[in-house]
């Protein structure tokens, strides 16, 4: 698990003189946001791979893994239950 979530801080970058700063996979100009939309359309790993042939699966596999941290750190940590 520890190797997914590293992935991501070596496959995506953001520089402000590629697509305007938006998150994209390292080397490429195929956005985070695209990624992730193919992928929530039902686009399958190869699909994805087949429409954008300069990325690996290891680029859709750190793409999710961004995503999962994305999401982690924005969604609200639930409060402790108190027992008396």
């Known amino acids: ?3 997914r979530a590293e992935t991501f ?3 995506i970058v953001r520089d402000s003189s590629i697509c305007g700063g938006e998150p994209v996979i ?4 195929v956005t985070l946001r695209t990624l992730l939309a193919s992928l929530a359309e039902g ?4 699909e994805i791979l ?4 300069t990325l690996t699966e ?3 596999t750190g793409a999710i893994a ?7 750190e924005d969604l609200p ?4 239950p108190q027992f008396s």
């Open 1 to 3: 698990m520890r190797r």
């Open 9 to 11: 801080r070596s496959r």
């Open 26 to 29: 390292q080397g490429t100009r």
């Open 43 to 46: 686009a399958s790993t190869p």
């Open 50 to 53: 087949e429409d954008f042939p």
């Open 58 to 60: 290891d680029d859709v």
């Open 66 to 72: 961004y995503a999962a941290a994305s999401a982690e």
């Open 77 to 80: 940590v639930p409060a402790v």
